[in-house]
């Protein structure tokens, strides 16, 4: 049973509120997702419909919580509620319904990342183009930003600018072509179909914006053209939108998300109610005037400032490497030396860093001292190759005419079918128009086909008939150990007997681990269905089982309770949060990135990333730079993050409070304060080194007065900023970040033409 006493006024308001929009700005840590299920809650008992109720998030691990949550207030009660992601409520509508789009069927499959670049592989190879001028990753990345803006391959062709767009528009047809053949659908066709399904298709759209009367979005502000337009599209005639989000925590621009979506919200819907979360139930107070005194600087937001009860806190400690290897050494220790003296155990603590790349000395220092950690966005389980190989079996075992599975299967395990043989198959199905797997058993048909490449494919052509009728009704768990039996795979490996081998079949018994918990959730979800006398809408069997597999993140396979140090970038964090926080590589060239610092909107970006990756910790916040960094084969000397010097000095220090008194260094008297050019505010320092390499000392020279903080421009490296300054006069040296990197200058020389 709820009790809408447990929430604070401000969560109250909220979740009270019933007719009409409603923009809830949540700040990191403030609750926001008590909110909307107690908003659920309280729905429900006032009569709603658990089934008019679509609440949409953005994982599935974020979904779980809140479906949980529900379920703990209402029990039963709650049935029949949409709780899902943005992905996944969609396949659900389309599984139903997108036969009602030309050239679609009900029984399609979702191509992961990996079969969307072997189908591409295969469009460049149709277009003769040259894979080195035409990357697949670059191609997969213009057509993913194309169909996140609900651009078809016509619309693209309007819109596409420079040559290597152009030439993608042939590209891109040619893909969407090969994906309506195999009945696939790429990631972001998902909501893309979905929403060229509503607008052709009046009827579907009226029953399912009729169906979700009562709409509520998580994490508003990540959402992209294509989400902002679907969710505008179901709420169009009820208006009970409820959007949550903080514009302080966007951060996946790099991928679509539109901030303006949240920022807009009120010109969108002019009668909607703000209320604003304030309230930090995670952090220290210090820790949130650090985060508020950085994000505040950002001009792109909706005025808040986080507040706790919680106490005031350490200080935020500020640590000044050598090197890379000096700075690994100093967390690696912090971390051992708060292990023992408080008996923190060490998931306890995670590091954050900008790219991968940083995690190199790390992870070197981690196993010289034996202790276990644990690399966040490594190789994912589902895209280890024995997982994926028996992920492919039951893709052609559930839909025919997926040429890019077929191909993976068809030799493994090894039935001396090369890669013509392939070609020869899928030219004929493509030519006869029929499914790639009824292709095969026409081998006999199959013009210029090898004698000796026959008998394996129709010996193929009857085991796959045969595990197609085994699968008819089987559960998911016994499906996958037939094909490990039937095809050869399991026995092969366990005669390989080597460790390689053993792990490959230890991945392997872990996937029956997952599909036997699949199958039970199928069976007690169709149970209560039946109890209840509801129509089941989920999609029991094969069909659910691969749909779940497909929309899994990265974030949901996270462990936190796993024994061991997090290291993962910043943009992986959100969401996350650990007792104890270092983030590394606070250098300006690294975070932020020399290419945002000459941009202001990407600058912005990354500021909400520090602001992020601060309201990450609970307890302890360390962040730490080096005065030189080796990175991409390349020895940098990058000045301090100027997020450092936003955070002012009185919240930070350079004495640990671990280390004993007689190993402190003296501290300087006052803090040191210095202006800061591109606000023209007075930004206090701490009491670390690196004001050292700061100056605001004006260089003159020809009459015009240089400063930190001014934009530049230089005749061979372009536009560029200031970031600092070095001596006076003429022979000042000068700091300059372009987009070819930092390059220092003399001022006598450099023969600069302000901007």
């Known amino acids: 049973m709820y009790r809408l006493e447990d929430l604070n006024p401000m969560q109250r308001e909220a979740a009270e509120h019933r007719e009409g929009p409603l923009l809830i700005l949540a700040g990191a840590g403030s609750g926001k997702t008590r909110v909307l299920t107690y908003r659920i809650a309280h729905l429900i008992a006032q009569g709603v419909e658990p089934s008019e109720i679509l609440a949409i998030t953005f994982t599935n691990k974020a979904a779980k919580e809140m479906r949980e949550r529900v379920a703990a207030l209402l029990g039963s009660e709650g049935y029949g509620l949409w ?15 997108i036969d009602n789009l030309p050239g679609y069927n009900r029984n399609f499959v979702i191509y992961d990342t990996g079969d969307q670049q072997s189908l591409i592989k295969a469009c460049l190879k149709e277009e003769n183009y040259d894979e080195k001028k035409f990357p697949v990753r670059s191609v997969a990345a213009v057509i993913s930003d194309a169909k996140n803006k609900l651009q078809d391959p016509e619309e693209f062709s309007y819109k596409a600018a420079s040559y290597f767009e152009q030439k993608v528009v042939d590209i891109y047809r040619s893909y969407q072509k ?3 053949s195999n009945n696939a659908l790429d990631f972001d066709d998902i909501i893309m179909l979905t929403v060229q399904l509503f607008q052709q298709s009046d009827h579907v759209y009226r029953y399912y914006q009729d169906k979700f009367r009562y709409i509520m979005v998580d994490e508003y502000q990540d959402t992209n053209h294509a989400q902002y337009r679907l969710i505008k599209l179901l709420a169009s005639e009820y208006r009970n939108l409820c959007v949550v989000g903080d514009d302080d925590q966007s951060v996946y621009g790099w991928r679509g998300a539109d901030i303006q979506n949240i920022l807009d919200f009120e010109r969108d819907y002019p009668e909607a109610k703000v ?14 005037s650090a985060a508020n005194a950085v994000v505040k600087n950002n001009e792109s937001r909706k005025e808040k400032s986080l507040w706790t009860e919680n106490s005031e806190g350490q200080s935020v400690v500020c640590y000044v490497g050598s090197d890379e290897r000096d700075e690994a050494s100093y967390v690696v220790n912090r971390i051992q030396r708060l292990h023992e003296l408080e008996g923190r155990p060490y998931n306890d603590f995670a590091i954050l860093y900008r790219t991968n790349a940083q995690s190199r000395a790390l992870e070197e220092r981690f196993m010289k001292e034996g202790i276990p950690y644990r690399v966040f966005s490594g190789l994912k389980f589902y895209q280890r190759m024995e997982i994926k190989d028996i992920l492919a079996y039951l893709r052609v075992l559930y839909n025919p005419a997926d040429q890019v599975s077929f191909a993976r299967v068809l030799n493994v395990p090894k039935r ?31 013009p210029e086909l090898s004698t000796r490449a026959k008998k394996p494919l129709i010996a193929f052509a009857h085991l796959m008939q045969g595990l197609a009728s085994f699968a ?12 490990l039996n039937k095809t050869g795979y399991k026995g092969i490996l366990e005669a390989e007997n080597t460790p390689e081998a053993e792990t490959r079949l230890q991945n392997l018994m872990e996937f029956l681990s997952v599909t036997s918990e699949y199958d039970d959730k199928a069976a007690q979800a169709a149970q209560n269905a039946l109890n209840d006398g509801v129509e089941e809408e989920t999609v029991p069997g094969l069909s659910g089982f691969l749909e779940q597999v497909s929309l899994v993140a990265d974030i949901d396979e996270l462990d936190q309770a796993e024994e061991a140090v997090a290291l993962m970038t910043m943009h992986s964090a959100k969401g996350l949060e650990y007792p104890v926080i270092f983030v590394v590589g606070m250098e300006d060239g690294i975070f932020p990135s020399s290419r945002s610092i000459i941009e202001p909107i990407l600058l912005e970006e990354e500021r909400r990333l520090c602001y992020v990756a601060i309201t990450r910790a609970r307890e302890k916040l360390y962040l730490c730079h080096t005065e030189m960094r080796m ?10 993050s100027r997020f450092l010097m936003e955070i002012p000095s009185e919240l930070m220090t350079d004495i640990d409070p671990l280390d004993p008194p007689k190993r402190r260094p003296a501290a300087p008297a ?14 206090p320092l ?27 421009e230089h005749a061979t490296f372009g536009r560029g900023i200031i970031v600092s300054i070095k001596g006076e006069g003429n022979q000042a040296e000068l700091s300059i970040v372009f987009d070819s990197g930092i390059k220092k200058l003399i001022a006598e020389y450099a023969k600069l033409t302000k901007l």
């Not at 199905?429 to 081998?443: F, R, T």
């Not at 006052?670 to 930004?683: E, F, H, M, V, Y």
């Not at 004001?691 to 930190?708: C, M, N, P, R, W």
């Open 670 to 683: 006052k803090p040191i304060r210095r202006r800061d050019a591109l606000s023209d505010r007075t930004i």
């Open 275 to 288: 209320i604003k979360l304030e309230q930090n139930y995670r952090s220290t107070q210090t820790i949130l």
């Open 631 to 640: 990175l991409y084969g390349k020895t940098q000397y990058n000045q301090p």
């Open 178 to 180: 090969r994906l309506k």
């Open 472 to 483: 008819e009704g089987a559960r998911v768990s016994d499906l996958v150990e037939e094909i």
């Open 416 to 446: 001396g079918l090369g890669d013509t043989t392939l070609q020869k198959v899928l030219e004929y199905a493509d030519e006869q128009g029929m499914p790639v797997l009824d292709a095969v058993l026409e081998a006999e048909y199959i």
């Open 83 to 97: 709780v899902t992601t943005f992905h996944s409520a969609c396949v659900r509508i389309l599984r139903r319904d």
């Open 686 to 712: 701490g009491s670390g080194s690196w004001e050292k390499d700061f100056g605001s000392t004006l260089v003159i020279k020809g009459g015009e007065a240089h400063q930190v903080g001014e934009k530049v």
